[in-house]
């Protein structure tokens, strides 16, 4: 089982982007899934998770800029990033709870300049 973020990428402020995260392999189950960044020299820090059933939380940070969402036929999920900002720059990686342990993915750097 594994998880394979992609779209990732170099924008400017204000810009968007949208990341997705795959999970492939011998799958039974996926429950929670979530998406966490880490900037350079900083901790890992949550970005927003969502339920099997939809519901979903957010960080302050991103709150009204960023939309999480995902497709369990197609076992991804999705980070829609608006108004991008330079803080936003960092590797973001997805998790999930796949199969009743937690997975994540290898990362995908997004870099916004100013």
């Known amino acids: 089982v594994q998880l394979v973020e992609s779209g990732g990428g170099l924008v400017q402020a204000g810009e968007s982007l949208r990341l997705s995260c795959a999970a492939s392999?011998?799958?039974?189950?996926?429950?929670?899934m979530g998406w966490y960044r880490q900037a350079l020299g900083k901790q890992r820090e949550l970005v927003a998770t969502?339920?099997?059933?939809?519901?979903?939380n957010y960080a302050n940070s991103i709150k009204g800029r960023f939309t999480i969402s995902r497709d369990n036929a197609k076992n991804t999920v999705y980070l829609q990033m608006n108004s991008l900002k330079p803080d936003d720059t960092a590797v973001y990686y997805c998790?999930?709870?796949?199969?009743?342990?937690?997975?994540w993915g290898q990362g995908t750097l997004v870099t916004v300049s100013s």
């Open positions: 998790n999930g709870m796949i199969n009743r342990y937690l997975r």
């Open positions: 392999g011998s799958i039974f189950s996926i429950n929670d």
């Open positions: 969502i339920t099997a059933g939809g519901f979903t």
